[in-house]
């Protein structure tokens, strides 16, 4: 396999480190994250450069709150939003826009399948399935680019945690590393536009 040059979103911890850890071995990764890259401020992502990358990788999440839907407040929701559509949406298009041809990948959820049972986590949901419909769209629409759906499921993380709750227990979750050979599958294998990972044991 060549080496690719890779810019990856979202690398402090969870998904984003192991993709950085396992993807730097034999390529080129450039880390768009924090404290160097602020993806809620817009200068910042107005100064990202994606000429000359063969792979984007819209890794970034974030869930600011969970709480019943009437407690978000504006700023929590927005910035859930900010983080989870409009900075992949962005990034997907800079790179187009810079580039003749090349991968992302933009990872997902597999909660756009499941039906809620609170609004705790609404506004996530309908960001990652915005995302998903975008990601799709633009696959169809840009023949030099393949534009992949990775969606995961509920993976060993402190995503959970850091949003306020976690009701899962860490025996119904995959490993960040199973995220890792998806995408690396993905990579490998250039029919392939969309993968779901299913928690084995969930």
Partial sequence: MRSNKIAITGTTSGIG??????LSKHNTVVELSRPSFDLLDDNTLDSIDLRGYDILINNAGA???RADFGEHSYMDWKDTVKINLIVPMYLTQKFIMQNL???????TSTGNQALP??????FYRTSKVALKHFTN???ETHPNFRV?????????????INAGKEKVSSTNKMQPTDVVKAVGYAIEHPHITHIRI???NA
């Fill in 17 to 22: 480190l192991a993709l950085a850890e396992a």
């Fill in 137 to 139: 769209e633009i696959n």
């Fill in 101 to 107: 041809k090349g991968t992302v990948i933009n990872i």
């Fill in 148 to 160: 992949i759906d990775v969606e995961p499921g509920k993976t060993q993380t402190a995503f959970g």
């Fill in 117 to 122: 049972t609170t609004n705790s986590t609404v």
């Fill in 63 to 65: 869930d600011y709150k």
């Fill in 198 to 200: 299913k928690n084995t």
